[in-house]
């Protein structure tokens, strides 16, 4: 499974960005998929995640009530729609795959990962 993350950029503190992250290779099954993000000086962090059905969603407490994850499975393909953002969510941004389906926020959860996309906030 490769993913291809995108949509990342430049934006102004309250602005709104999405990302998105594609999947193809080898059957891409049902797996829960989720977003992960690296900010400069800081250790990799747990942000989205959802089920393969997408009836699933838990989301960081660090973002919640901005952040809201989709997918739509017909395009292999989950989302991360990120408003109100703020200075502090400058990161590179990840998608990754899960081995099966369920509820995951754990890095070692994950076996398949994106390069990464840059966000960044000013203020």
């Known amino acids: 499974v490769q993913l291809q993350a995108s949509g990342g950029g430049l934006v102004q503190a309250g602005g709104s960005l999405r990302l998105s992250c594609e999947a193809s290779?080898?059957?891409?099954?049902?797996?829960?998929m989720g977003w992960f993000r690296k900010a400069p000086g800081k250790v990799r962090e747990f942000v989205a995640t959802?089920?393969?059905?997408?009836?699933?969603?838990y989301i960081a407490d660090s973002v919640k009530g901005r952040f809201t994850i989709s997918r739509d499975n017909a395009k292999n393909t989950v989302y991360l729609q990120m408003n109100s953002l703020k200075p502090e969510d400058t990161a590179v941004y990840y998608c990754?795959?899960?081995?099966?389906?369920?509820?995951?926020?754990?890095?070692?959860?994950?076996?398949?990962w994106g390069q990464g996309t840059q966000v960044t906030v000013s203020s």
């Open positions: 990754a795959a899960a081995a099966s389906d369920g509820r995951y926020y754990l890095e070692r959860q994950y076996s398949y």
């Open positions: 290779g080898r059957t891409f099954g049902r797996r829960a």
């Open positions: 959802i089920t393969w059905s997408g009836f699933s969603t």
